[in-house]
């Protein structure tokens, strides 16, 4: 998630770069910079951090010139500094680009590509497109081919935006995944990863394709696709506001957060899973997988909805690892002396990898030897530096208070850890693609769950006035209770409680009557049963129940008030489903009582004192 803006016409570029930043930020904010070009020779200035201050640096420059592109990092490979900022160049720096997605095989291009002398200067996968494109340019082809042909071997996902001093008439653009807009102005034309960057300028906009690659002059436009195919684009007017532009059209980030989750899942999962084994790959863990592998005990410490991914996780390690695991609060384990043994792995989860008591907490560990690891979704965050090593989320920037897609590529993430832990001890290559394949369909199921958007919102309006609401679930699906019950507190300020459906019985039946919604998540599993006994508990004393079951279960819609139908996947991946009708029941009933969703009272995103 990172942002891009361009420019080629005959204005001074260098002041609408940096507004484009400005308004792109949110995508990512932790480096920025831009290229130009000034009578042929390239000039790039970068710097670490916020928008604002690559603004100072280049206020002292006085920099002019008609054709550049500007970039603000949102980290994936490589900790944010001004290394792995972008614009990136190759060798002889009169080619550089920007570039916003996750490049799979970058690995293999990246060796290649030594091997025939180039010098890479950041940890980037995005660095080898630069050279890459070099390589044809070497070889006499001219930019727009050689951006094809570069195109043609690389796997994954981009937003690319490329100058060439030696064709200064032009910026290539080219997309696979990650958003592209091309603005179409008088004299002018521009490029950006959404259409908040150059609104200010042109509402005259072309959508560009996976696998498209455009061409922008001064006064022309023209397309092609990657395997120079000549395309017609259509011109589009935008209406929006730019406010609206912001969260991607939608009233509020929360929501757009919630309907990233096929994406951010699927770049969670992105060049993780190797097919023919049934396992992932995790680059982050390499140096300590056999460590990891043979770890007596698994701790995982969070807070929050972090610590709910952390539940389930315990869930996954112990079933296909065998591993016995432990979860515990950070502010706990932190201030309790914990034992900890030669053996123990600690997972440390954090969206924010800034939450000062998992911070505190994993510095405790690392103090008393303990392998320490990071699942962190910010890059280079002060968790993620600080563990021993680590997997990144790639959710890619959260606004919302209330986490929602950081949460899904977090169980995302620990489902990997799994395959990864239990290939190398007893599960079979066979059991381990059964997961792998399941895993690959998540994304395209999750789509399906939000197609009930409109549904859920109905329900939402029946429940609005609740005052209570109590969430019951078994195994797999009880750390999902508990985080249906967060989403509804912090955004609806509506008192909720998560429990494991057969403790029902052991206090919280005692409330049930006609004023109390319960939710019970209850996919067809092996406790499945359970739960319809336990529905039938509440139904006997007038709770109104809310039921998330599978889509071929007719059997509950006679028991429940009402149902939200979710897809059938293997147990461990289940709770990546079940918890999405909730984000989104949670968030319909805040809109509808007129509160704040993005920023809900008394809360804070990122944790940062105790
Ligand atoms: C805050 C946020 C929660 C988040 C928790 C842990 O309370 O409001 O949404 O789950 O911190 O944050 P982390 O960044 O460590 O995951």
Known sequence: MCGIVGYIGNKNCVPILINGLKRLEYRGYDSAGIGILTDDNAIIVKQKGKVSLLEEKIEELNLYSNIGIGHTRWATHGIPNEMNAHPHSNNDGTLFLIHNGIIENFH???????????????????????HLIDSFLKKGFDLTKSVQLALNEVEGTYGLAIVYSKEPDKIVVARKGSPLV????????FVASDVSAILAYTKQVIYLEDGEVAILKKDSFSAKTIYDKEIEKEVHEITMSLDEIDRGGYAHFMLKEIMEQPETVRNSIRGRIIDEDGTSILGGLSDVVNELTDSKRILITACGTSWHAGLVGEYMFEQFCRIPTEVEYASEFRYRNPIIEKNDAIFFISQSGETADTLAAMREAKMKGALVLGICNVVGSSIARETNAGVYTHAGPEIGVASTKAFTSQLTVLALITLLIARRKNLSRVDGKTIADELKLIPEKIEKILKLNNEIEKIAEEFK????????????????????????????????????????????????????????????????????SNIQEVKARGG???????????????????????????????????????????????????????????????????
């Open 465 to 532: 006035d609740a005052t209570n609401f109590l969430y019951l679930g078994r195994g797999y699906n009880f750390p999902v209770a508990l985080e249906g019950a967060l989403k509804m507190k912090e955004i609806s300020y509506i008192h909720a409680e998560g429990y494991p459906a057969a403790e029902m019985k052991h206090g919280p039946i005692a409330l049930i009557d006609e004023n109390m919604p319960v939710v019970f998540i209850a996919p067809k599993d092996s406790t499945y049963e359970k739960i319809i």
């Open 108 to 130: 293999v291009l990246k060796k290649g590509l030594l091997k025939l002398g180039y010098q890479f200067k950041s940890e980037t996968d995005s660095e080898v497109i630069v």
């Open 544 to 610: 109104r129940i809310i039921a998330i079951a599978n889509e071929d279960d007719n059997e509950i819609d006679k028991l429940v008030d009402y149902t939200i139908k979710v897809p059938q996947t293997i147990r461990m991946l289940m709770p990546i489903l079940t918890v999405i009708p909730l984000q989104l029941l949670a968030y319909h009933i805040a809109v509808k009582k007129g509160l704040n969703v993005d920023q809900p009272r008394n809360l804070a995103k990122s944790v940062t004192v105790e």
């Open 182 to 189: 091309v603005g179409i102005g008088d004299g002018e034309n």
